[in-house]
């Protein structure tokens, strides 16, 4: 009984210090930013995109004429030769930066090539056949100078993935990351209007940035905690 109470204790201790140390690092729970790519998530992306932000509504759209495809690990393509589609709509955000209304993401597949690795391994398919959709979660507008990191003209956007054929490889979020550069630079503020010209990558499953997972941390200590005062 003491042995098992000691453990517990030191669990405790251990978690409670990595999601302390986690949340002082950090100070919004999300998916964003999303940090770099990693080599199990799936992605694939948009060579141009264009769109706006008009009072405080963001709208997104793409097409791609060959569709490069990444499944998992690896970095060559596992599927290709398929056309793709990208319509953002609708998503409210506010002054300040928050979701104030999901509205919708849908990538719809154009043409492809039947017979070909994509067809048969999701098919039959047809052409318009909803590849992704889902609704926006949580947007980071970085908007600045130095490129490489936090600040290089990047609009990031999760969103929760509802459906489509590609929904069980990109997890249930998934991260459309925006260079804006192209378009003349991205502000750093949603305080005013302004365009989207650039190239799309969309990545899943998205990865909880670290203070949802400290959160994660603080329910398991919870639940150590409660075992040892019934033990005790």
Not at 73 to 90: E, R
Not at 198 to 210: F, N, Y
């Amino acid at each position: 009984m003491i042995g098992a109470t000691w453990v517990r204790a030191h669990q405790c201790f251990f978690l409670g210090f990595l999601s302390l140390c986690i949340l002082g690092n950090t100070a919004n729970a999300g998916f964003l930013p999303s940090g770099p790519e990693l080599d199990e998530q799936s992605d694939f992306a948009f060579p141009s995109v264009t769109g706006d932000f008009t009072s405080n509504v963001l709208t997104v759209n793409g097409f791609n004429a060959n569709t490069q495809l990444d499944i998992g690990p690896g970095t060559s393509a596992d599927h290709s030769l398929f056309q793709s589609t990208l319509a953002v709509t609708g998503v409210g955000i506010d002054n300040a930066g928050a979701v104030t209304a999901g509205g919708s993401v849908l990538v719809t597949l154009g043409g492809f090539f039947p017979g070909g690795t994509f067809d048969t391994t999701y098919g039959p398919l047809t052409a318009g056949d909803i590849l992704l959709s889902g609704t926006v979660v949580e947007v980071l507008l970085d908007g600045g100078p130095s490129p490489g990191g936090v600040g290089d003209d990047n609009l990031e956007v999760a969103f929760q993935v509802t459906g489509g054929l590609l929904a069980g490889d990109f997890g249930s979020t998934s991260v459309m990351k925006i260079n804006g550069a192209s378009g003349g630079g991205l502000p750093s503020n949603w305080s005013g209007d302004y365009s989207i010209g650039g190239t799309l990558d969309i990545i899943g499953p998205a990865v909880p940035e670290p203070s949802s997972i400290a959160l994660g941390l603080l329910g398991t200590l919870f639940v150590l905690t409660r075992g040892s005062r019934r033990d005790s």
